[in-house]
């Protein structure tokens, strides 16, 4: 099992649609959890993290679930500006430094 | 606030040229991190310096060598660049521990 696995995409989804991102991670000693934003050619940025009672900002909902070590993105009414690379990245070990990325999944979401 | 700042944007390379990509950090952040990203593996950490003073190899240091030289500047060396190495390099910090990391806008390699 990899480290960090991710949905592979791409999505294509209208404006105003709900999509969601999985990721799963291998070592059940990881304690933090992000999801990181990447545009094209750009640096990635931190989008939210990720905590263990689930987090939302705005129509983005983080959930996390530890018994089965996966993590999820949900995003609701979609919008053109969501159009990204989403990264689940994770500290694998439960390492205070160092930080392990996903692939990604490439979002396209289309007028 | 500039926040993190890599030199150069891009660079071409003849094999076994080497060079060194310039990292500052303005925001007075103690660890600091240098990722390659590429096309279907996502980013790898070749490595990382949790606090001054100190250096540590990620999961890919083969070919590099880093410089933590101060708090604010982290560089990465090719000492022998080859193709493999080609590649879009980033340069990160955080302020301590695992937490919100900050990129700089990466550099373009190419190793001809």
């Known amino acids: 099992r990899k480290e960090v696995e991710q949905d592979p995409g791409p999505f294509n989804v209208p404006e105003g649609a709900t999509v969601a991102f999985n990721c799963t991670y291998s070592?059940?000693?990881?304690?933090?959890f992000f999801w990181y934003r990447q545009d094209c050619r750009k640096e990635p940025k931190l989008l939210m993290s990720?905590?263990?009672s689930g987090n939302e900002d705005g129509r983005f909902t983080a959930q996390l679930n530890r018994a089965s070590q996966y993590i999820s993105l949900l995003i609701r009414d979609s919008k053109l500006s969501d159009s990204a690379t989403y990264l689940c990245v994770v500290n694998i070990g439960g390492s205070n430094y160092k930080l392990t990325f996903g692939k990604g999944t490439l979002l396209t979401v289309n007028p | 606030n500039a926040g993190v700042t890599q030199t150069p944007k891009f660079q071409v390379l003849k094999t076994g040229q080497s060079m060194t990509l310039q990292c500052a950090q303005d925001m007075n952040h103690n660890s600091m991190y240098w990722y390659r990203q590429d096309p279907g593996m996502g980013l790898r950490l070749i490595y990382y310096s949790a606090s001054e003073g100190t250096t540590d190899k990620g999961e890919v240091p083969n070919g590099y060598n880093v410089s933590r030289l101060n708090k604010r500047e982290f560089s990465l060396r090719l000492e022998s660049a080859a193709p493999s190495q080609t590649s879009v390099y980033f340069c990160a910090s955080c302020r301590d521990r695992v937490e919100k990391l900050f990129f700089g806008s990466g550099t373009q390699l190419s190793v001809l």
């Open positions: 070592n059940s000693a990881s304690q933090s």
């Open positions: 990720v905590y263990s």
